[in-house]
């Protein structure tokens, strides 16, 4: 298969909506990760993303769509849902909800959990598709399962070309880590955190969110341990590199390539898979990466630079 590349105006989101509908594969910009997109309702489609990524099929998928009101049809809605919604999105935020009766969700993007992971992505080009196709869009992140999240149309192709039908070319994406994913089924819990800092959705919600427990069940599996994992070993707040390391910065340490000299987080987020794809590249044994602080955005940084540490899983 030809993957071909879309352009980002309305006739590449008519294209895209067009392969939808016929069951095919569009890879397409937000504003966290390039997604790799497909019919929410057809099986086979979304069959043939589990297929393209190596995606273990117990790893359920996020849903996209256009507005609240296209997310409201599809899950048993609630104040939590209403505050969180109504504060972030359009935005980095993912919503997991008690599944609607009758919502013509295939079961394969919800690894038959009776709860569905919802999102209004901000990003125009993911809206324009949308729009155009006029239907819920699962979507992971377009990268084969468990390696480094693509945030360039380069990096899909990388990845997935001849895998999938299209990729739409929108450039780098703006915030650079995975939407935040906050269970609502009973106490709110912060089930991965990412694009929107922990602190603003507590304030937003006016309480505290609960924390996904480590080990215990597998509810947000890009909770399976290793993922994000680059070819080299990746050594975590290190002040320089060893012999055969190549150096990620990030304030006061300076690396090969810097995640913000400034100290930036927002500007970290940003870069953070794009540097992890290029120092890979070069070619090192190891990656070893400076001290992020944990706090906001520091703190999705460091899940996916713990996950990119950890010992790799058997395949
Ligand atoms: O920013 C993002 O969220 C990107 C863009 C493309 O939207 N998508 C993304 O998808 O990161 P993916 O598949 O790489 O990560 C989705 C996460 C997985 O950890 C999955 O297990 C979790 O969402 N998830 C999906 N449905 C769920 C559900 N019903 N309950 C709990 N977790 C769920
Ligand atoms: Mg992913």
């Known amino acids: 298969m030809q993957t071909r590349v879309l352009g980002t105006d309305k006739e590449g989101h008519g294209a895209a909506a067009a392969i939808w509908r016929a069951g095919g594969l569009v890879a397409f910009p937000t504003e966290t990760v390039y997604g790799l997109g497909a019919d929410a309702r057809s099986d086979l489609a979304v069959a043939r993303i589990f297929e393209a990524k190596g995606r273990p099929r117990f790893n359920p998928l996020i849903v996209h769509v256009a507005d609240a009101a296209a997310a409201r049809a599809l899950v048993a809605w609630s104040d939590a849902a209403e505050r969180l919604a109504s504060a972030f999105w359009p935005g980095p935020l993912t919503l997991v909800l008690p599944l609607r009766e009758g919502a013509g969700i295939s079961g394969l993007v919800t690894a038959g959990l009776g709860t569905l992971a919802v999102r209004v992505p901000a990003h125009p080009v993911a809206r324009g598709a949308l729009s155009a196709f006029g239907g819920p869009v699962a979507a992971p992140s377009a ?3 468990g390696r480094i999240s ?3 149309a380069a990096h899909v192709l990388a990845g997935l070309e001849g895998r999938i039908e299209a990729v739409i070319d929108g450039g780098p994406c703006a915030v650079g880590v995975e939407s935040s994913i906050v269970g609502l089924g009973g106490a709110p819990v912060l089930l991965r955190p990412g694009g929107v800092p922990a602190e603003a959705l507590e304030a937003a919600l006016g309480g505290p969110l609960a924390r996904h427990e ?3 069940a597998l509810t947000a599996p890009g909770q399976l341990v290793s993922h994000y994992a680059p070819g ?3 050594r975590l707040g290190a002040a320089r590199a060893e012999p055969g390391e190549v150096m ?6 300076a690396g090969d390539l810097t995640l913000s000299a400034a100290g930036d987080l927002r500007e970290a987020a940003a870069n953070l898979f794009h540097h992890l794809h290029a120092l890979d590249a070069m070619g090192a044994a ?3 990466v400076a001290p992020i602080p944990e706090v906001g955005l520091g703190r999705a940084i460091n899940d996916r630079l713990r996950r990119a540490a950890a010992p790799r899983q058997a395949p």
């Open 143 to 145: 990268n084969p399962s």
């Open 232 to 234: 080299a070993r990746v």
């Open 248 to 253: 990620l910065g990030f304030g006061p340490v």
């Open 286 to 288: 190891g990656i070893a």
């Open 150 to 152: 693509p945030t360039t």
């Open 214 to 216: 480590a080990g215990g």
